[in-house]
């Protein structure tokens, strides 16, 4: 429970699924439904009251964080860029990268021509909290940044909310390239986005009411089609 939650409530109550290694896990909801709470719990932003969270049979909160962080990538709507060059904000997960590390992940995802195009390059100097770069072009270096990492589990808040569509395709088009070969949990409103799930589940107060993957949900004609709908009001 938060200390706002009413003593009588769980902010998640019985509580149960399973990621398999590669699968991406989409978690849909209302605001308020629990999604950020499972993020947050998995991250180890916050420790559990009760119930447990295994990685590879592995009780996380037996381990270090610094060692789970390690193995965890986070790109949310707001991320953040530190005052420096452009090349030591993507080596922020793994300063160890090389610099032709950095480049070849840069190509791969597609950023590569875009920083190429900014004044200094690798080098441009990026102002507090990315003041001097557009939204897109702040999500694309974050994206970027996780991919040098090399995470294990990539973690996704609203990735692709905050930008205008040109910006947003080039990023699904970056994400997709992140995503292959890992585990992945998305908070999406996007459809594109949550179409592609190996795993939809959808929650409500605190509880997952419904699971499966998008056909079936669709199928079932339950909470995960209301909501479908009323998100292709709005995609």
Not at 105 to 117: H, L, N
Not at 131 to 159: F, H, K, M
Request: glycine residues 8%.
């Amino acid at each position: 429970r938060y200390e706002t939650t009413p003593e009588e409530r769980w902010v998640l109550d019985d509580v149960d699924f399973i990621a398999e290694a590669g699968q991406t896990v989409a978690l849909v909801g209302h605001t308020g439904s629990g999604k950020t709470s499972i993020i947050s719990l998995l991250a180890r932003f916050y420790e559990p009251q009760l119930g447990r969270i295994f990685i590879d049979g592995q009780d996380v909160y037996q381990t270090t964080i610094e060692s789970l962080h390690r193995q965890l990538g986070i790109v949310t709507q707001e991320n953040f860029l530190f005052t420096g060059t452009i090349l030591e904000n993507l080596r922020f997960g793994r300063p160890e990268a090389s610099d032709d590390e950095v480049r070849a992940a840069a190509k791969a995802v597609g950023t590569d021509e875009m920083i190429r195009r900014m004044k200094e390059g690798y080098t441009t100097k990026v102002e507090e909290r990315g003041g001097n770069l557009s939204a897109g072009e702040r999500q694309l270096l974050c994206i970027t940044r996780a991919l040098v990492a090399r995470p294990r589990i990539l973690i996704l808040d609203e990735a692709t909310s905050a930008v205008d569509p040109k910006s947003e395709a080039l990023i699904q088009a970056a994400l997709d390239i992140l995503l292959e070969g890992r585990t992945t949990f998305v908070i999406a409103h996007r459809l594109s986005t949550i179409r592609k799930a190996s795993l939809i589940l959808v929650l409500h107060e605190g509880r997952i009411v419904e699971r499966g993957t998008h056909e079936s949900l669709l199928a079932a004609g339950g909470v995960y089609a209301g909501l479908h709908e009323e998100f292709s009001r709005h995609d």
